[in-house]
């Protein structure tokens, strides 16, 4: 298997994009991506998108972004695991990068959440959940987190307000992302008042659903600084999964698919959470931000939320998360979010993320997760040498 880097990165701001169509999104992202790349043509074209189909009547995806990309002719297919599908885009564009099936690589993440609202969007994401035995009883992704953000509570005898330090974390990051789909800073006191999404989970518990794309363009690591002098390689990428209904799992307050897939990619890259500098987690709801960290290895069972009440998750902490406002004020773009998290990854460790910096970035990580952790999806990325 040969070794893999990201030679260009692209992304567009994260907001509602009514009048720019998910084609236009997709190629945006693509043009910036080759641009950086320093490449015109590519073999092949990976398209992470969950709801195309359901929000915005269009399949076929891998065929219309190709075209209209100006990459016609290339093998090109979309790639769905629900909010996990940008990841696992990007971990088929990996493959066929490290196997030697092709050289030059697209992938894409792209999403048109903001068109429709109200019932069909809430259908739509009820998708990535158990048809038969969850969504089918009228439950959604935020009340399945808001039944593991209670039963954490409990178990760990926490309030509320604890989680607080995770969006205002979130916000205060997005605030000198100009990408970013909220860049207004929050207070502990604004998210006490809040009001309820589904108890106990509030408007700052929750991402904001959102349109996007980003893309990256991958290569041999042999041959990466022929097209760009700040290569980034991809030390590991790792997929597990665990049972889609929440209330088939052992213990649903450990996340098994993130926790898989994470020692995965450690073991590919041979190093351990100690060594992470950077951890782009995926907090669509924030009861996910401190059971990753858990999951992870960065924090033992029950103290997710310490780390961000003492400060070690922001940009000068020992474990800086959601360094340009996570999935909570970027904004969540579903099958974009794994591939906007990769963007962000890669800009830390060129050093290029200006007042979003962590300073000395090595090694950063990137965890997307479909549904409620049922898909995981692990990258670890090493910063330029030299």
Known sequence: MREVSVI??????????????????????????????????????????????????????????????????????????????????????????????????????????????????????????????EAAQGITPVTLAALLMRRYMHEYG?????????????????????????????????????????????????????????????????IARDYNVQPVRIAASAIATDTLALHDRHDPLFLTAANLSAGQAYEQAGITAEDVDVFELHDGFTILAALSLEACGFARRGEGVRLAADGSIGLRGHIPIATFGGL?????????????????????????????????????MTQNLGGLAATAVTHILEAPSG
Not at 346 to 363: I, S, Y
């Open 328 to 364: 909570k004020a970027r904004g969540d773009p579903a099958g974009a979010t794994g591939i906007y998290q990769v963007v962000e990854v890669v800009t830390q460790l060129r050093g290029a993320a200006g007042p979003n910096q962590v300073q000395g970035a090595r090694w950063g």
């Open 8 to 133: 260009g990165i692209g992304q567009t701001k994260v907001g509602e994009h009514w009048d720019t169509s998910l084609r236009h999104l997709a190629w945006e992202a693509i043009q910036m991506a080759l641009r950086d790349a320093g490449v015109r043509r590519v073999d092949g074209l990976y398209v992470g998108n969950w709801l195309a189909g359901q929000l915005s009547g269009q399949e076929h995806l891998g065929a219309l972004i190709a075209d209209f990309a100006g990459l016609r002719g290339v093998e090109a297919v979309k790639v769905e695991a629900a909010g996990a599908s940008g990841g696992a885009a990007l971990r088929q564009a990996y493959n066929a990068v490290a196997s030697g099936l092709m050289d030059f690589v697209v992938v894409v993440g792209v999403e048109k959440m903001t068109d429709r609202i109200g019932s069909p969007v809430q259908a739509a994401v009820a998708t990535g959940a158990d048809s038969d035995y």
């Open 158 to 222: 926490l309030e509320l307000s604890d989680f607080a330090p995770f969006s205002v974390n979130a916000h205060q990051n997005a605030s000198t992302n100009p990408n970013a789909m909220y860049r207004n800073k929050i207070s502990l006191e604004a998210y006490i008042k809040a009001p309820m999404v589904a108890e106990p989970i509030n408007l700052f518990d929750a991402a904001p659903a959102a349109d996007g794309a980003a893309a990256l363009v991958l290569c041999p690591t042999a």
